[in-house]
């Protein structure tokens, strides 16, 4: 059984399922409740997560992520636009030109106060959510002497800071 999450800095540590329900910030106790959790969630290789997402098995599209910030998880129910993109979008959080995936909009609800008013905020994001895989594939040598581990380190920073700005962008409702 997974230990209750914490996050140091901003490294996912493995969610209990009390955890995630505990972490959303802008669900509804009816939305909690009916809350599917991602499948396999005991056999989750946490050390190679940046964010936890997954898609709702019965609502295709609404999606959630938990994300570390500031050493708290933080999670987010989100909506999937009806329209998808006229060209291929690259996704905001971890920026990978060579996705073997979809990127769609997303938008979530603010939490508190302005999520009431109907205040939200919107995200290109893989559809399945692979960028923490996307990150820490092997980058191609831009020149000699390019320091790839060096690379790889800044593309899953680079991915960790975002999607926690992200998620403090919802926060900013109450």
Same mark, same amino acid.
């Given at each position: 059984?997974?230990?209750? #999450?914490e996050s140091i800095g901003d490294?996912?540590?493995p969610l209990s399922d009390s955890t995630i329900r #505990?972490?959303?910030v802008?669900?509804?106790?009816?939305?909690?409740?009916d809350l599917a959790l991602p499948t396999g969630l005991d056999e989750i290789d946490w050390t190679k997560l940046d964010y936890l997402g997954w898609r709702d098995r019965k609502n295709p599209r609404r999606a959630f992520v938990v994300i570390p910030v500031d050493g708290s998880p933080v999670g987010v129910m989100l909506?999937?636009?009806e329209a998808t993109p006229r060209t291929r979008a690259q996704c905001s959080w971890c920026r990978d030109v060579h996705l073997p995936n979809d990127v769609v909009f997303f938008s979530a609800?603010?939490?508190g106060a302005g999520g009431r008013n109907g205040n939200t905020v919107g995200t290109l994001v893989c559809a399945e959510f692979e960028c923490s895989a996307n990150v820490r594939?092997?980058?191609?040598? #831009?020149?000699?002497?390019f320091d790839v581990d060096a690379a790889r380190s800044e593309r899953i920073e680079s991915l960790r800071m975002r999607a926690a700005g992200f998620a403090a962008e919802v926060l900013?409702?109450?």
């Open positions: 059984m997974p230990v209750r #999450a490294i996912m540590l #505990a972490s959303f802008n669900a509804t106790r009816k939305e909690l409740n909506r999937q636009a609800r603010r939490s594939k092997t980058p191609p040598v #831009a020149y000699i002497g900013q409702g109450d």
